[in-house]
């Protein structure tokens, strides 16, 4: 059963072996084994709870287990397999019985997209061999349950890159394709979807369908770049890696004194400069500080802009997760008191201007990636992170919602402010050119109908709601955000007329016919 298979998936193989002579799989970094696969499971899928019963559905077995997404809320109880070869994927989608099935990668979307309520999931991080990769050409073919972690770890030292990297790596190539994950970066590279070259997906009948941006299939394609899953399975992407010379970042950092400023310095034509850039910014303070910011610009350093002694092993990557959160926080030690605190501290502690530090990525911009677990901290509770976009030329509503939440009781630490590029073809991708902004709440009391005040504010202002982190509005409200929602609606309908595919998500926003 593992490996299922000595050669990489079909067209991926081919395409780098014509390619180049020097095919070769990158070593065995973070390859699953059984064990690794179970205790993935239980550690670090961000929402198992505990396993209640084993039996058999298709050809691997299947137990019963309550899931949830990353903000721990709304758990719900679906039979869990885990396929390690896509024949099992295949068994599997052709024995979902009326309830459907949704594949599931690493549990990091904030609410319900990989959750199925007496259903099945796909556990794909079973299906998880190393990268293959191409040093030549930087192509890579990567199974559906590889992690970004893994790719970037066996890429780097062939000189490769992975061109979208969100705020933690902890994310698998299904996750990231699902989702249309997008980076600091997004001003410069677009997302995920972008740089896929080919994907092979297996649809509600059990084929697999090999499909490519402008081939044949390219609608079922780009329905399935953030698509979250319903229109199949991703067993394996083709991807394209981009050169670099060093592990490394140049980085600029700028404190500034409010929104207004923040934005001055995002549109001044110096953020095209950089390759990258986002801000943390200040919920907790209002007037003159409304929306203090801290903002953090760089590029992949070469090797010249390294200090001496790191040149030697440019390519180096070191960040050990420095601990694990027990799941012992109390409800309500994210308040409003020690969140006002925390930002006050993380606002100051950044130098006020700061020319060509050199950082890894984690230092740079996936800083949570030192902690396991720690969406512990919230609480039993659990949190939930408002993500949205506003189309440039809405910066006054921008504001309003800035004063909005700091006049509110609901307060956030993590906040991010980003510049958005270009979108891509793909009908459900979020990002638009325009601002996008998360903020993380606590779960309490009046929180969700306070988020309804702010989803008027959003739609109002023709913005958007990102799916991977949305866990409570009502599908009228996300469908407002997306103009092209019946165009992926047919693809999506075409491609699995029966509603195999389903998810707690699509239930709730009516995505699909289930
Ligand atoms: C700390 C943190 C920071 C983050 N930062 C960012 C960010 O900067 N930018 C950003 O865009 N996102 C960000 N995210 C969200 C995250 O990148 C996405 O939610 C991503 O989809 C999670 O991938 P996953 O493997 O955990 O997938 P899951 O959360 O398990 O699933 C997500 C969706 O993908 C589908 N899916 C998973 N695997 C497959 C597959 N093999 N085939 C078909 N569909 C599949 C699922 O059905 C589901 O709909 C962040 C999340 C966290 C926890």
Not at 210 to 227: I, K, Q, R, Y
Not at 429 to 453: K, N, Y
Not at 461 to 478: C, D, I, N, Q
């Amino acid at each position: 059963m593992w490996p299922p298979d000595p050669q990489p998936p079909n067209l991926g193989a081919d395409v780098l072996r014509r390619s180049s002579g020097s095919y070769r799989r990158a070593p065995t970094v973070g390859a699953a084994s059984s064990e690794r696969v179970r205790s993935n499971h239980d550690r670090d899928k961000g929402g198992s709870g505990g396993r209640v019963t084993s039996f058999a559905m298709s050809s691997t077995p299947t137990s019963s287990a309550s899931l949830h997404g990353w903000g721990r809320t709304a758990p719900t109880l679906a039979h869990v397999t885990v396929p390690r070869s896509q024949a099992d994927v295949a068994a599997a989608v052709r024995a979902a019985g009326h309830r459907g099935v949704i594949a599931r990668g690493l549990g990091r979307s904030y609410g319900d997209p990989a959750q199925n309520a007496g259903g099945l999931v796909l556990d794909m991080t079973g299906l998880a061999r190393p990268p293959a990769i191409d040093a030549d050409t930087g192509v890579a073919v990567v199974d559906g349950g590889v992690s970004l972690d893994t790719l970037m770890r066996a890429a780097l030292p062939l000189g490769w890159w992975v061109p979208v990297l969100p705020g933690t790596r902890q994310v698998t190539i299904g996750g990231a394709i699902g989702a249309d994950v997008h980076g600091k970066n997004h001003h410069t590279k677009g997302s995920f979807g972008n740089h896929v070259l080919s994907m092979d997906l297996v649809t509600a009948d059990g084929g697999v369908r090999t499909l490519t941006p402008d081939g044949p299939e390219a609608e079922l394609f780009w329905a399935t770049v953030g698509g979250m899953g319903l229109t199949g399975v991703i067993v394996s992407a083709t991807v394209q890696l981009h050169r670099t010379e060093s592990a490394y970042f140049v980085v600029d950092t700028d404190r500034t004194r409010d929104l207004d400023e923040l934005l001055t310095l995002l549109t001044d034509g110096s953020d095209d400069t950089y390759g990258y850039s986002a801000a943390w910014f200040d919920t907790t303070t209002t007037d003159a500080k409304l929306g203090r910011a801290v903002l953090t610009r760089g590029s992949l350093a070469t090797r010249d802009q390294l200090p001496l002694k790191l040149r030697n092993d440019p390519l180096k990557f070191e960040a050990p997760q420095l601990l694990t959160f027990p799941d012992v926080f109390p409800n309500g030690l994210a308040n409003p008191a020690t969140l006002r605190a925390f930002s006050h501290l993380w606002y100051h502690k950044a130098p006020r201007r700061q020319r060509g530090a050199i950082q890894n990525i984690t230092a740079f911009y996936q800083v949570l990636d030192l902690f396991g677990d720690w969406n512990r901290v919230y609480g039993s509770r659990g949190f939930l992170q408002y993500q949205f976009l506003l189309p440039f030329g809405e910066e006054p509503a921008l504001r309003r919602i800035a004063e909005r939440i700091a006049a509110s009781r609901h307060s956030s630490g993590l906040n991010v402010l980003k510049r958005f590029g270009a979108g891509n073809q793909a009908p459900l991708s979020f990002p638009q050119p325009g601002w996008t902004v998360t903020v993380d709440f606590p779960v309490a009391a009046g929180l969700h109908r306070f988020c309804d005040e702010l989803d008027e504010l959003v739609l109002g202002a023709g913005g958007r709601l990102y799916l991977a982190k949305e866990s409570r509005t009502t599908g009228a409200t996300f469908k407002r955000g997306y103009p092209r929602f019946e165009e992926w609606r047919k693809v999506r309908d075409e491609a699995d007329p029966d509603g195999v595919f389903v998810s707690d998500m699509a239930r709730r926003l009516e995505l699909t016919g289930r």
